[in-house]
Nanobody
Framework: VQLQASGGGLVQAGGSLRLSCAAS????????MGWFRQAPGKEREFVAR????????YYGDSVKGRFTISRDNAKETVYLQMNSLKPEDTAVYYC?????????????????????WGQGTQVTVSS
């Protein structure tokens, strides 16, 4: 499974960015997808998760109401629309593919649901 994230960049506080992640190597539409981020000196943080059908989404507390995860199964791509960006959103953002198609997502341990990771894309929000 290969995941290629793109769309990062430099933006001012209050601005918006949309990240994309193109997937290949397995049947994309069968698996949940997610986004994580990691800032320098900090642990990886869960951002968002979307079910295979896009019928269910889940967000980390720090991004609720500002970020939206979506997917296009025909294009085998997952997106992260980020609005009202803050300097504390600065991080490398990683897309992730679910480990399998049958496990239940555990919001308390989101990383355990994912086994495939992209290379990351840098998002920098200036104040």
């Amino acid at each position: 499974v290969q995941l290629q994230a793109s769309g990062g960049g430099l933006v001012q506080a209050g601005g918006s960015l949309r990240l994309s992640c193109a997937a290949s190597g397995r049947t994309f539409s069968r698996y949940a997808m997610g986004w994580f981020r990691q800032a320098p000196g900090k642990e990886r943080e869960f951002v968002a998760r979307i079910s295979w059908s896009a019928g269910s989404t889940y967000y980390g507390d720090s991004v609720k109401g500002r970020f939206t995860i979506s997917r296009d199964n025909a294009k085998e791509t997952v997106y992260l629309q980020m609005n009202s960006l803050k300097p504390e959103d600065t991080a490398v953002y990683y897309c992730a593919g679910a480990r399998d198609s049958y496990s239940t997502f555990d919001p308390g341990r989101p990383s355990t649901s994912f086994a495939y990771w992209g290379q990351g894309t840098q998002v920098t929000v200036s104040s």
